[in-house]
Every structure is written in C-alpha cells, then in structure tokens.
C-alpha cells in the first residue's frame, strides 16, 4: 500500500514521497523504511529525527520543518492509525463453511458465509449471520443468536438464549451468560440458590477481552449496549446494564444490577457497588470504589469515590498527617500549660 494510498483513505495531507510501498505498521523507535508509524504524544518527538519509518502520521499542530521524512498530516494522528490499523489487519473472513470437525445441531441456521471451525459446538435453535467466524472450541448454548461479521475467538462459552449483535469481538476465554450469582437463605441457615432464567444481550459495535465473565440475568436481561469495549479480566454480573461507548478496564467488578450510563470510563480494579446507578460520562479512576449512587458525570476518585479534585487535595493532606498529629499534640500540651498559669 503506497503512502499516497494511505493519505487518500484517511483524506489528509502528504508531504514528501507519496509512492513509497508500506508494508507494515511500526512503533517510532522500531519502525523499518517499509513501515508507517505515527506522533501523538509529545515525548516521543524526539524519534522523529532518528526514526527509520517510511512515514510518519502526525497531527496539524506537530512542528515537521527541518525533517528530511515524508508526513501524513491529518488531525488526530492516534485516531489515523487505529483506523488504518482495522484496514491493514481486520481479521480475515475470506474463509467458508463449517469444519467436519465441529458439532452443529441440525436445527441451527448458519449463514453460509460464515466459517465454524474445528471442535464448535452449535446446540439447537441458534442463528448465526453472515461473514462470522467461530473459532476452534468455541461453545454457543441452545436459541442463541450471533448477528453479522463477528469474531469469536477459541474457547469462548456462550450460554444459552444469549444474543450478540453484529460487528463484536469476543476474546479467547471468555464466558457470557453463566449464572448470576443469587442465593436465598433457608429458616435452617442454608443457600437456596435462585434459578438465573434471563439472558445475556450483547448490541453492535461491541468488543470483549480475554477471561470476561458477564452472567446472565435473574428474570430480564444484562444488556451491553452498543460501542461498548471491555478489557481482560472483568466480572459483570447479573442485571447490569452498560450503556453505549463505554469503557471498562481490566480487574473491575460491577455487581448486580447496577446500570452505568454511555461513555462511561471505569478504570483498573475499581468496584461498583450493587443496585447502583452511574450517570452518563463519568470516570471512576484506578483502585476505586463506588458504593452510592452518581447522578453528576465528572471523575471520581477514592474507597468510597468522591470527587476527583477533592480526592487529590485529600491526598495530599493525609501524607502530612503525621507531622499535623504531632503539631496537634503540641498545641495540646501548650494549651494545657496555659491552663495550669
């Protein structure tokens, strides 16, 4: 792909040898005279003089005089690179039919443009559409139904009556729609566990990590709503609801019932609370914990959250707390002096 080509797909600007042949994508250090790299972050400015790329992707505000290189301008540089990313490395779907290694309930209808790898299991009733691709392990329960142009990467279980729309990635391990964890307590002190009958709705546009575990809901459904991405490593159980665009890092926990609103950021290891709502662009930051309710979008910081601002200057205070304590109990002891006058 020459870099005229690739100027032309993200409609920017060129400046240098447009014909030069990209084959690969690259970090600024590392790059090669075939690859395209791309400047987002100021600190790594200092690469552009020594790095090998055959292009560089920077911003409009990016000072390039005085570089021998050739440049895509454009205006989000990042953005640029994620995009030519999709169409340089988008998974292959050129690949048909369904494995005579695979276990496919007769009732099933697959589209034929779909491919199902060796060792899937199909139960009864499911609906897969078009341009999907089921890998190698990949288990989908009775009446589920996967939409268009998805990736299921091996060893994902999807449990029955779970609906996934088109455009969604699920990575290796994962889990979708196994029990909600809900027990009632007997006269005698025991768990009585509650049959988990609802279901699992994952929209468009929606992309899962590795190890997720979103469980099915009690009676309705624990719904992903569309754009959403979710890292490694996350346990979302049973009603909850995530709105669209939303981000969710790795380690979080979300307990049942709560429902978080669109482009909301929740950030490592940070733990909400059950029966919990979190309004619409909110970041709950790193280690946090949430357990009440958020109605104003801002970020928040702390166990439990409070306002991120406020939660800085807290911090700040309580790594002097020991030298206020010991000013305190002077003052104390001058006081009591005083007293005794």
Not at 268 to 284: E, M, P, R, Y
Request: overall charge neutral; aromatic content about 6%; glycine content about 10%.
């Amino acid at each position: 792909m020459k870099v005229k080509d690739i100027a032309l797909y993200l409609n920017s600007e060129v400046t240098g040898d447009g014909e030069i042949e990209i084959n690969g994508l690259s970090s600024i250090e590392k790059a090669s005279p075939s690859d395209l790299t791309f400047l987002s972050n100021k600190k790594y400015e200092k690469f552009l003089s020594t790095t090998e790329a055959g292009c560089v992707l920077v911003g409009k505000d990016t000072d390039i005089s005085g570089y021998d290189k050739t440049f895509i301008i454009c205006n989000d540089a990042y953005l640029c690179f994620a995009k030519i990313a999709q169409a340089m490395y988008a998974a292959k779907k050129d690949i048909r039919g369904i494995s005579d290694k695979a276990s496919v309930d007769e009732s099933a209808v697959i589209d034929k443009s779909c491919f199902i790898d060796d060792f899937v299991v199909v139960k009864s009733g499911c609906k897969i559409g078009k341009n999907t691709v089921i890998m190698p392990f990949v288990y989908i329960g009775e009446n589920s139904v996967i939409g268009d142009d998805c990736v299921i990467y091996p060893s994902v279980t999807i449990r029955e009556r779970s609906i996934i729309g088109s455009n969604v990635i699920i990575h290796a391990g994962t889990v979708i729609g196994s029990d909600g964890f809900g027990y009632a307590k007997s006269e005698n002190g025991k768990h009585i566990k509650i049959p988990q009958v609802g279901n699992v709705v994952i929209e468009d546009r929606v992309e899962i990590g590795a190890n997720v575990t979103i469980d099915r809901a009690a009676l309705d459904s624990t719904i992903i709503k569309s754009g959403t991405k979710i890292d490694n490593l996350v346990q979302i159980a049973h009603n909850v609801e995530i709105g669209d665009d939303s981000i969710i890092i790795a380690q979080t926990g979300i307990s049942g019932s709560t429902k978080i609103g669109k482009n909301v950021i929740l950030a490592g290891q940070s733990g909400i609370a059950g029966h919990l709502k979190i309004a619409d662009n909110v970041i709950i930051t790193a280690k946090s914990g949430v357990n009440s309710t958020i109605r104003k979008p801002g970020a928040y910081s702390g166990i439990p959250v409070f306002e991120h601002r406020k939660w800085l200057r807290s911090s700040a205070a309580f790594s002097r707390l020991g030298d206020m304590y010991k000013k305190v109990l002077e003052l104390e002891r001058e006081i009591e002096e005083l007293k005794k006058r």
